[in-house]
Nanobody, 119 residues
């Protein structure tokens, strides 16, 4: 399964970034999608979700600052991140919601994209 995230980088606090993720067509069109993140030494956490129909939901820590969207024609999910804070520093991953379970009963993940927010 393809889950190719991009758009990360180094940004100052208060800045913005837009992440993109192209997913395999076989999974994108029939699944809710989500962005997750994993900070150094922390567990992976759910950041934002978007249903097939476009309804969205956000973790409390990013609500009002981040916006998730999807383009079903391009099999792409986006995460617009505004008013970034140092605590948003993490590797960001996209996946289905819940995470895609592969043939061997293991959740499959792409390589993610690193977001670093300097203070």
């Amino acid at each position: 399964v393809q889950l190719q995230a991009s758009g990360g980088g180094l940004v100052q606090a208060g800045g913005s970034l837009r992440l993109s993720c192209v997913a395999s067509g076989s999974i994108f069109g029939i699944n809710d999608m989500a962005w997750y993140r994993q900070a150094p030494g922390e567990q992976r956490e759910l950041v934002a979700t978007v249903t097939i129909g476009g309804s969205t939901n956000y973790a409390a820590s990013v609500k009002g600052r981040f916006a998730i969207s999807r383009d079903n024609a391009k099999n792409t999910v986006y995460l617009q991140m505004n008013s970034l804070r140092p605590e948003d520093t993490a590797v960001y991953f996209c996946n289905t919601n819940p995470p895609y379970l592969g043939d061997f009963g293991v959740h499959e993940w792409g390589q993610g994209t690193l977001v670093t927010v300097s203070s």
